[in-house]
T-cell receptor
Framework: EADIYQTPRYLVIGTGKKITLECSQT?????MYWYQQDPGMELHLIHY???????EKGDLSSESTVSRIRTEHFPLTLESARPSHTSQYLC?????????????FGPGTRLTVL | QKEVEQDPGPLSVPEGAIVSLNCTYS??????FMWYRQYSRKGPELLMY????GNKEDGRFTAQVDKSSKYISLFIRDSQPSDSATYLC???????????FGKGTLLTVNP
């Protein structure tokens, strides 16, 4: 079944740790996105990719980095986590079928940095 | 001024009520308008999609776009407890442009 996966679902870590949030999709989509979502706030785009070896920063400045070595995989890395990074991180993908803007979201990773 | 404004609620209604959810926007270049539904601890999923102005109906859901007023609405008829979720509006300038989201409105439908 075509889907988009995120692991871990929940992560509690201490300050200064390096973390990688995983995102994989089996939908065959070229475009992938990372959003940050805080309670009562808009989804903010922090990274996006339109294909392999293509990554761009989004509208919200983030200390995280991303890579796109394989079409289906779009991991997000924080080299040194801080309490200000505590948030929900959502991964999404979109393809070339109509409606062209439809983004399919993963279940999210809720990150807490102590 | 934010590009997209959405009242975060919360909104609580009895089962069977008609629900009206709204967003306003400032960027006249937006042409694609979407409503996403997000259940607790889940990712958003696309509910309705409209291009340019007009109405679109899908079962109990109706999406309206008024580009002259820069105002979009989502109506839910005969609301059900299973409709309890956060509803996010989203819009885009074009098919290859990024989405801009509203804050989302938390809806609770009470049995």
């Amino acid at each position: 079944e075509a889907d988009i996966y995120q692991t871990p679902r929940y992560l509690v870590i201490g300050t200064g740790k390096k973390i990688t949030l995983e995102c994989s999709q089996t939908m065959g989509h070229d475009k992938m996105y990372w959003y940050q979502q805080d309670p009562g706030m808009e989804l903010h785009l922090i990274h996006y990719s339109y294909g392999v070896n293509s990554t761009e920063k989004g509208d919200l400045s983030s200390e995280s980095t991303v890579s796109r070595i394989r079409t289906e995989h779009f991991p997000l890395t924080l080299e040194s986590a801080r309490p200000s990074h505590t948030s929900q991180y959502l991964c999404a993908s979109s393809g070339t079928e109509k409606p062209y803007n439809e983004q399919f979201f993963g279940p999210g990773t809720r990150l807490t940095v102590l | 001024q934010k590009e997209v404004e959405q009242d975060p609620g919360p909104l609580s209604v009895p089962e069977g009520a008609i629900v009206s959810l709204n967003c306003t926007y400032s960027n006249s270049a937006f042409q694609y308008f979407m409503w996403y539904r997000q259940y607790s601890r889940k990712g958003p999923e696309l509910l309705m999609y409209t291009y340019s102005s007009g109405n679109k109906e899908d079962g109990r859901f109706t999406a309206q776009v008024d580009k002259s007023s820069k105002y979009i609405s989502l109506f839910i008829r005969d609301s059900q407890p299973s409709d309890s979720a956060t509803y996010l509006c989203a819009m885009s300038r074009g098919s290859n442009y990024k989405l801009t989201f509203g804050k989302g409105t938390l809806l609770t439908v009470n049995p």
